[in-house]
């Protein structure tokens, strides 16, 4: 046995529903004629938060230890060793409960360098608080899949409370999007699907503000024109409506003629509508 030797088969069993990790792994011989002795250094990869244990000695060859209130969304970077100077470490990457991305990210890039990004989130996710936020990802250059703490200059970062987002992007002929949950602990999920937007005809270095200007400009007049031909003709249909109810109520109106005593309706003739004679105090009302 050789007690500076690196341990075997280092594994992890993660247990989401008691929020428990499990560290497996066996001695570096099948027989061991005296205790060892282990340490473990755990890493929490997101926060970058150490933790240091080490176990009573003992001489069995399978051994595991197991962390209670593992953190949701927490990624860490697990080393075991024996304890005796110069040991080999053996470590390997695990995570805790898995925050959810959230899904059906849709973006639009404007030609003025204006973003507008939508997403959803699943709220029912038995995993995560209700308490969460986003963090929108922007650069001109691709976006790394297992990107955990954006540092390059050219990776903005903004934070919104809920979807969607508008929001305004340095001036590149092509950006790359995506959307990631944090939660108030600090810990992300991982990046939804990275989408690529292009502008064409805007180089990276150039200023898109003439434009953006024209191109919002024409925009904003072809509405109007559009909502102004649209109200005229409403308009226009109204008003020949109201002229035709008009003429269809004066023409069936009675008119009463009192130089021949006598009611006519509308613009006919005497001899095609019966007339309708007054009545006088001196003729007698004859009853049928």
Not at 14 to 41: F, P, S
Not at 183 to 202: F, K
Not at 226 to 233: E, K, R, T
């Amino acid at each position: 046995m050789e007690p500076v030797a690196p341990i075997k088969n280092l594994h992890f069993k993660n247990d989401e529903k008691k929020r428990t990790l499990a560290i497996m792994w066996n001695a570096n011989c099948d027989v061991l004629k005296e205790d060892i002795t282990y340490r473990l250094v755990i890493t929490e990869l997101t926060r970058n938060k150490v933790t240091r244990t080490e176990l009573l000695p003992t001489r069995n060859v399978s051994l595991s230890h197991v962390f209670e209130n593992v953190p949701v969304g927490g990624r860490y970077n697990i080393c075991v060793y024996s304890n005796v100077p110069d040991a080999a470490q053996t470590c390997a990457l695990t995570r805790g409960p898995v925050i959810p991305p959230p899904d059906n990210v849709v973006a639009w890039l404007s030609p003025n360098g204006h973003v507008m990004l939508s997403w959803r989130h699943p709220h029912d996710t038995p995993t995560i608080a209700p308490d969460h936020k986003y963090e929108v990802l922007i650069s001109s250059k691709e976006i790394p899949a297992d990107t955990l703490h954006p540092s390059e200059p050219d990776i903005m970062v903004l934070t919104a409370l809920f979807s969607p987002l508008l929001t305004h992007a340095p001036p590149a002929s092509q950006l790359y999007v995506a959307v990631r949950c944090i939660t108030a602990d600090g810990y992300v999920s991982d990046l939804s699907q990275v989408h690529t937007l292009t502008m064409e005809g805007i180089e990276p270095d150039a200023e898109p503000t003439t434009m953006g200007a024209v191109w919002w400009g024409a925009t904003s007049a072809c509405i109007a024109a559009i909502l102004l031909g649209a109200a005229l003709v409403h308009l226009a249909m109204r008003h020949r409506r109201l002229a035709r109810s008009f003429l269809r109520f004066t023409s069936a109106t009675p008119r009463y003629d009192s130089r021949r005593g006598q009611a006519t309706l509308g613009d006919h003739d005497d001899d095609d509508v019966p007339a309708i004679h007054g009545f006088s105090d001196d003729e007698p009302l004859v009853i049928a």
